[in-house]
């Protein structure tokens, strides 16, 4: 029987060996030693994350993407999240086999992710199709429509963002004010994208990604 002290680092071990083979191919690479792979789209991130329980061994799976021109240090799922149930770890022939499951569907998100974001249109397209409904999602919709130089459709998401006025929370009026900055902005295509290549820039910094010399909006790197 495995000592429970030890299931962690072999439970991970297993992962990593699985990922590599699977994620690695694809051009992802390990964020640090975390159980998180990034995949680099230049102004995109994809991210897959084999997350532990609080309560048992084993892992959840979560795929998705992180547009990089909200400016943090931390990685976020702004689109997509948990795409597998939690696989137990009972032992490490059975986690093994679990490990590359969990890897191979990882891979199958990223290759779905990358055809579905290819470029700016594509992701304002996608917010079309699907109408987001709470702060963050119109925030982001508005930013890709003015990037895409949708002009009307970036105004629209832009004032869902910042004419609430029932929220009075630091981090939301923050945000609002941000959001009626780039609102002003957003008519100045050339001059609102130089502002969020800025920002992107910044937020690869922090999260000490790969240096690029520019941000181009054409396509997503890679493609």
Avoid at 109 to 125: I, K
Avoid at 156 to 183: G, I, M, S, Y
């Amino acid at each position: 029987m495995v000592l429970m002290s030890l299931v962690a680092p072999i439970q991970s071990k297993l992962l990593n060996e699985a990922a590599r083979c699977a994620l690695k191919p694809l051009g992802l690479f390990q964020k640090g030693r975390s159980r998180t792979w990034l995949d680099d789209r230049g102004w995109w991130l994809g991210v897959v994350e084999f997350q532990p329980s609080s309560w048992s061994e084993g892992s959840y799976l979560n795929v998705g993407c992180m547009w990089l021109w909200n400016v943090k240090d931390h990685i976020s799922f702004d689109e997509g999240f948990r795409v597998s149930p939690f696989s137990l770890f009972t032992d490490e022939k059975q986690f093994r086999s679990a490990a590359e499951q969990l890897a191979q569907h990882a891979a199958h998100e990223v290759d779905r992710y990358r055809s579905l974001f290819p470029d700016l249109a594509a992701v304002a397209n996608y917010y079309h199709r699907h109408p987001p409904e709470s702060f963050w999602p119109n925030f982001n919709a508005a930013v890709v429509c003015a990037l895409a130089g949708q002009q009307d459709d970036a105004q629209r998401f832009f004032r869902r963002v910042v004419e609430p006025k029932d929220d009075d929370r630091n981090w939301v009026l923050t945000a609002q004010a941000d959001a009626e900055h780039l609102r002003l902005l957003a008519p100045f295509t050339d001059r609102f994208r130089k502002t969020i290549a800025e920002r992107i820039l910044q937020t690869r910094e922090h999260l000490r990604l790969p240096p690029v010399s520019h941000i181009t909006f054409e396509h997503s790197l890679g493609v």
